[in-house]
């Protein structure tokens, strides 16, 4: 596509609903990240896939946390028993890889209530 | 000024001004990135620079980096009231492949 896609947009959910946000980066990018931000903060990196090569899981703030990337193209990332602390705007991007500028999705922002 | 453990920075200019904003990072880098973000949502990729250069132009936007003080600044010349956003510095360190990003300077321009 021309961007990346992010959806839902907005999603509001129940503590301790699971939630999946997806991300369909641009086609052609093999690489692609989940950032998340809180409120008025910088980026926080969640996940970081490449390729064929297995993802860069070390960012994910705990187990409850998971994300798939299907045939090298679209991501899922599930985060089950949602709490509180994980309201923020979820952040997907892509790009050819080592080096290179992020395009970004416009974000999903989540709310636990 | 950005950098890992600091607060966002505010800066509130006349359009037609210049706003200049600064990052500073801790290890050395391949490259240094520069994102826009309006409104909370998505970055939008500004400008590059990589170790070797010194500075770059894009447009209004001038960088320089300064890799003996592990630091970069973002200049935004004449500046419009489309170019209130919050601008974030993000490095490349390379081998883990993915960026680190400052907390953001935010601007506002007024018309």
């Known amino acids: 596509g021309a961007g990346v896609s992010q959806s839902p947009s907005n999603k509001v959910t129940e503590k301790g609903k699971d939630v999946e946000l997806r991300c369909d980066p641009i086609s052609g990018h093999t690489a692609l990240y989940w950032y998340r931000q809180s409120l008025g903060q910088g980026l926080e990196f969640l996940i970081y896939?490449?390729?064929?090569?297995?993802?860069?899981k070390s960012g994910l703030p705990s187990d409850r946390f998971s994300a798939e990337r299907t045939g090298g193209s679209v991501s899922t990332l599930t985060i089950q028993r949602t709490q509180q602390e994980d309201s923020a705007v979820y952040l997907c991007a892509s790009s050819f890889g080592q080096a290179e500028g992020y395009t970004f999705g416009s974000g999903t922002r989540l709310t636990v209530v | 000024s950005q950098q890992g453990e600091e607060d966002p920075q505010a800066l509130s200019i006349q359009e037609g001004e210049n706003a200049t904003m600064n990052c500073s990072y801790k290890t050395s880098i391949n490259n240094l990135q520069w994102y826009r973000q309006n409104s909370g949502r998505g970055l939008v990729h500004l400008i590059l620079?990589?170790?070797?250069?010194r500075e770059k132009h894009s447009g209004r936007l001038r960088v320089t980096l300064d890799t003996s003080k592990k630091s970069s600044s973002l200049l935004i010349t004449a500046s419009r009231a489309a170019d209130t956003a919050s601008y974030f510095c993000?490095?490349?360190?390379?081998?883990?492949?993915?960026?680190?990003f400052g907390k953001g300077n935010q601007v506002v321009v007024i018309p």
């Open positions: 993000a490095t490349d360190k390379g081998g883990n492949n993915r960026l680190a």
């Open positions: 896939f490449q390729g064929n090569s297995a993802p860069d």
């Open positions: 620079i990589r170790s070797n250069e």
